[in-house]
């Protein structure tokens, strides 16, 4: 890249990171402060006048850096004679703001704050003005609203601030999300995203069938940002920032945006019915309106907020109207429009510092007093008003000159009385700035005593009223060379047309209307009294009530549909699942696409039918009787054990063996569980909702057995084949389900143990945290009025239960064992001795079996988890992948010769995993029974025969 | 020659938790080093996987030795690559701001149930077996149901059990598309079921369709698509902070596992099945868009706020999801990235302000210390989420909007994600100005009360701070080198529609081994 190119990104990038400084700079005093925000911006202007001489001889200046070319996004600038007159506003105003700025704040606000986010801003509109792709434009574009929402909202101790930055970023947000649909669709008509090419693209844009949608996007956009009708309420209420933020964002930035935006893409938009029926209506319609609502505004700072949504609306009109004469005004009077309208923002920032107030009501009679003030004013309001000698006035003339030469559907003078009567009410606020605010008596009740502020806070108004005055008597020798190039760049390949900016264009139209405007403004300013009463009187419609009224209607739709959908009903989220899926099953499936079935029907046998009878019987009073826990939970044992049997008929014996250990254990935590909780379920749902839910139930039923019977009856090749070859020569054991469970399928394996493993710790923190938190003290004091057994701990049970621990270790012992070659394996065989464990619990109740018991349940957990892992992992030691087992044959007499492999050790963490889980699941319960005031008992038996003789003996 | 590095992302928490869980149960100290040590290892391993796997070899896992599709396979391809990533990162942020914020000890077994979440996360991105995914669906719902109920309370429990019970009911249905599948087509690798479906007959695919659906039901479910979303407001609104911060992945999960299955198992252009996600999941995409963006802008309080703006960004990135074209999973993918690390930005630094709030109800109280520094964060992170530049969020919206041109959707989708962006905008800002702008007069002291000591507030430490700025700067990050980042995604995704490429490296060592 050229220098050029380099300085350009430079200039973009400064004020960026220039906003670092402020925030620190802040440390080292105020005045420290603004100059470390003037500093980068001086610099940037500095580079801006290095490249200018170029600019100004016709040439653009380009940079590019490749950003996301997947999207046509890079991060490319351009700098033609419009993006110099832009930046040129916005770096030279961000200085006399700065300078404004440093005098205006009081000791109270945060100004390295303020600076910090004055310099984003000032980087985000120099971003937009230089971008040479639509994309990163919108990105800029997006900045803004985003910076100008911070520094509207700077006061956020104050409503009107909060409710304006608010109220400003959600109009220009939609509106900049609108304009990335328009952006996104105008980049692909034009089959690029880049301004340069999309301006070269203008008559295929214009032809295409999208240029309608993407033309409605993108003004959207443009005005919402430049505050154009219906648009235009949220630019008074951003009147609520501080006065330099108004200064700067309403004269020569923000509301600018839409405007540069059009003059932007004026080569390529404009020159439609569409365009100009859009653009120069809204504009014509916003002149009017906004300068209709200034002149009855008493706050300065409104009555300058008004007048600028007039003038933008000027401007917009101007570009509407499609001729490249009325372009190149428009960039003339974007010129003229800065220079009063920033000197007019801080005047009134002046006059309510200095005297406390802005209604335009408690001032009058300050010419004497603040005679600075009043001349800097002065200058600007007329020049606003359109007076000859300054340079509104030229820009206005030439308004009208376009004005009059435009037809509007027909009708050769709507436009031109239009436009009269916006300028007319222009010159009548203008005048009113002045005469009610410096002319006048003297009054002695100003809440504070005004004065002429420091030269630090005039200087800034001073110089741009002294352009003012310089551009309006010698036109052509200052700006001359600027609005000409700036305007060759938004009318692009268009012939530049005749102008001439000069005071005294001969007797015309413009003149006329010109003179029109004045008397009349007079004649308003005279008559302003009468006028306000009946402006009070009417009806208007208040746009920040309706706009906060929309917006509360909206959020209370919202916080309805949302509380009524997501109400936390588990069964009613539960219903819709159930609902989708068997819909969409049914859907997907769409009644056919079966192939034949390749399978008999088996015959039913009475024992089958007899289970299925008792399948059927126990889950239907399930239905009936759910609410009784205890009868519940015993015929979801029926259930259970009757699909074991299932298992069984169909040949799948370890799974029935599982089944049945799972079970068991289930079964008896939950009986145990079920000591702490009320011994039936309230019921909650209503006849209809039992319906409901019922025909739901019956649906997924239906469903899932649809789908089993329909696979039921086909065969398909599936992989189990290669289990079945490969289970004895490739993983060492002929009970294939155990092979796949901890060889084929080892990983599937070891996670599910994890889950186990995980559950345990889960329940174990669940208890810890429900039992040191209110529902301990509930447990404490709930009486368990229910009738305790005399005999917790029967003699007989204990007695049997003791026989059974060995029989039942030997059991677990033998099924773990066997578990490679027959049904088997460390998972029931975990289950198993769980129950033999569970069993002395229930017996001699937890206390005294814990006192017997040498292994921790986490470290069973732990170390389960960790054996199995590191079998696995030890496959790498023979490079191998992870689980890859290893078996062996090995002869220990007088045991016969059997095998041996890391599957063994495998299936040894699974069965600890399985047993620390359970024996954890055990602990936490027993932990709620001592909160619950359960006794511990020291004995193993309530009665115990021994102690009795024992006793009796000592008696004796 | 096979790298044992891609099981370490799932075997080294996996080895780690029971340590952890067992050994250092009493110990907090050394479990908090123990698991962050851990997590910064799994980071390391993680890039080292994504740098291996951005050669664009597919590198298959054969489980046990068993080949494809007898064993288990473990796939690492540069999605699943930057997936794990991208877990290990969000991960190691949501530990150090759990243990500096001091949510590690309210409960016990945090740092176990940490590192088996991980597990479960990782081992999901990884496994090229649908069974497979099935188990780590639940090792990552067991943990996560155990670390969203860390620390208790009523409310809490109420959304856990919600929480749980939806994801199980998940979980059955899960199971029962598994049967239908391998009813049908006799496998549960996912390269062999491609291979299988494109022989199946399309007259005779009814089950397989039934068994797509109920899969992308399942996936739906997780990934918290209306109308089966309904489970994750509350969850993640009472869910510890740090923890809702990792659920952001959780939801991804679901993406993905759609992405995947529906890639290369169902696949574009196999007839039988090619039209459910176009179908069903862009309408369901659309809905959860604007229920996410109501409940922004409804929400009474910050938590809820986040987890419907984490629902309106699966909503978007759903959309991009469903249209299965290599430009929209593309910018699905680089829109994933981005939300999953937004909303666990929002949610860690929602703790932050709600640790020196009273309540979370959006509506005025006094004002906070360190204001500034939060406000600035909280603005930093709503504009990730709502999709603003300069982070990623924009850039991700815009691929979104570029990629979904076709005309059924333009309309639809595009006035979703843009208005559902204004209306979630619109909310953000009320709940900012409402918390950090609109403040109440701090009380003014009770004379007749005894005199107490009011103590400072105690400032936020680096390490309460520092997850919550990492995460800010790798969205910026993501913002600035948005073309490499995009192009990553885009060879991930041409490597997941090449599915005779995927396929091919799975089957392919068949004939070797």
Known sequence: MTDSSNFLVIIALLPFLGALLPGVMIRAGRTACAWFTAFPTALALLLLLVLAPAVMRGETIHAEIEWLPQLGLTASFMLDGLSLLFAGMILGIGLLITLYARFYLSGNDPMGVFFTYLLLFQGAMLGIVLSDNILLLLIFWELTSLSSFLLIGFWSHLPEGRQGARMALAVTGAGGLAMIGGMLILGDIAGSYKISEILQAGDAIRASDWYIPALILILLGAFTKSAQFPFHFWLPHAMAAPTPVSAYLHSATMVKAGVFLMARMWPALAGTDAWFYIVATTGLVTMVIGALIALFKDDLKALLAFSTVSHLGLLTMLLGIGTPFAAVVAVFHIINHLTFKAALFMTAGIIDHETGTRDINRLGGLRRLMPVTFVIGTIAALSMAGIPLFNGFLSKEMMLDAAHDTTWAGNPLIVAVLATVGALLSVAYSLRFIWHVFFGPVRDDYPSKPHDPPFGMWAGPAFLATLVVVIGIVPAAIVGPLVAVAGGAVIGDAEMPYYSLKIWHGVNAALFMSIIAVVGGLVFLALHGGLNRIWNALPRPEAKAIFDWIVAQVAALSRRVTEASHNGSISRYLAILIVASVALGAVAFGGSGLATPSREMLPVSLPVLAGWLMLIVATGSIVVMHHHRFRALVLIGIIGLMISFGFVFLSAPDLALTQISVETVTIMLLLLALHFMPKSTPRESSGLLKLRDGVIAIAAGGGVGALAYAFMLRDVDTISGYHLENSYTGGGGTNVVNVILVDFRGYDTYGEIIVLGIAGFVIYALMDTLLNGPAARRLRNTDYAQNRSRDRHPLMMVVATRVMMPIAVMVGVYIFLRGHNQPGGGFVAGLVISIALLMQYMASGFAWTQNRQRVEYHALIGIGALVAGLTGAAAWLYNSPFLTSLYGYVELPPIEEFGIGTAFLFDLGVFMTVLGAVMLMLYSLSRIARYAGEPINVDPMDYDPKQAIVDEKGEV | ?513
Not at chain 2, 3 to 10: A, F, N, Q, T, Y
Request: proline content about 5%; hydrophobic content about 60%; aromatic content about 8%.
């Open chain 2, 1 to 513: 020659m096979m790298s044992h590095w891609i099981i370490l992302p799932v075997l080294l928490p996996a080895l780690l938790a029971p340590i952890i869980g067992f050994v250092m149960r009493h110990d907090l100290t050394m479990a908090r080093i123990a698991s962050v040590a851990g997590t910064i290892v799994l980071v390391a391993i993680a890039m080292g996987l994504t740098v291996s796997a951005a050669g664009g070899e597919t590198q298959v896992y054969d489980l046990g030795n068993w080949p494809a599709p007898f064993g288990i396979v473990l796939v690492l391809d540069r999605l699943s690559a930057i997936l794990v990533l991208l877990t290990m990162v969000l991960g190691l942020a949501v530990l150090i701001h759990a243990i500096a914020t001091g949510w590690d000890a309210r409960g016990r077994h945090f740092h176990a149930l940490f590192q088996f979440q991980l597990m479960g996360i990782a081992g999901a991105f990884l496994t090229g077996d649908v069974f497979n995914l099935f188990v780590f669906f639940e090792v990552l719902l067991i943990a996560s149901y155990g670390l969203m109920i860390h620390g208790g309370g009523r409310e809490r429990m109420r959304a856990g059990l919600q929480y749980v019970v939806i994801n199980l009911a998940g979980s059955t249905l899960f199971l029962f598309a598994l049967g239908v599948l391998y009813s049908s087509v006799g496998t549960l690798n996912m390269a062999d079921i491609a291979l299988r479906l494109q022989e199946a007959d399309p007259a005779e695919a009814g089950l397989i369709r039934v068994a797509a659906m109920l899969l992308m039901i399942v996936f739906a479910v997780k990934a918290a698509l209306f109308p089966v979303h309904f489970w994750l407001p509350a969850t993640y609104a009472n869910a510890p902070a740090p923890v809702a911060a990792l659920f952001a992945i959780m939801t991804k999960v679901g993406a993905y596992a759609i992405i995947r299955v529906h890639t290369v198992s169902f696949g574009p252009g196999l007839e039988a099945t090619q039209d459910i996600p176009g179908t069903w999941l862009f309408p369901a995409a659309i809905i959860t868009i604007a229920l996410g963006a109501l409940g922004v802008l409804g929400a009474r309080q910050l938590l809820p706020l986040i987890a419907f703006s984490v629902v309106g960004s699966m909503g978007t990135l759903m959309i991009a999801v469903a249209a299965l074209t290599p430009q929209a999973t593309a910018a699905a993918l680089y829109y994933l990235l981005h939300s999953t690390l937004a909303a666990a930005a929002l949610f860690l630094l929602a703790d932050l302000v709600l640790s020196r709030r009273d309540g979370q109800a959006l509506s005025p109280r006094p004002a906070m210390a360190q204001t500034g520094l939060l406000a600035a964060l909280f603005f930093g992170a709503a504009i990730a989420m709502t999709g603003m530049p300069p982070l990623s969020g924009f850039l991700g919206k815009l691929l979104v909007l570029d990629a979904l041109r076709m005309p059924g959707q333009i309309t639809w989708a595009w006035s979703a994600i843009l208005i559902g962006s204004l209306v979630t905008i619109v909310g953000f800002a009320r709940a900012g100005s409402m918390i950090f702008w609109k403040t109440t007069p701090t009380d003014a002291p009770d004379e007749s009360a005894p005199e107490t000591e009011v103590a400072e507030p105690r400032r936020l430490t680096v390490a309460e701070l520092a997850p919550t700025m990492a995460i800010l700067a790798i969205l910026g990050g993501m913002s600035i080198f948005a073309g490499p980042v995009m192009s990553f995604a885009e060879d991930a995704t041409a490597q997941i529609y090449d599915r005779d490429g995927y396929i091919a490296a799975v089957l392919g060592q068949q004939e070797e081994g």
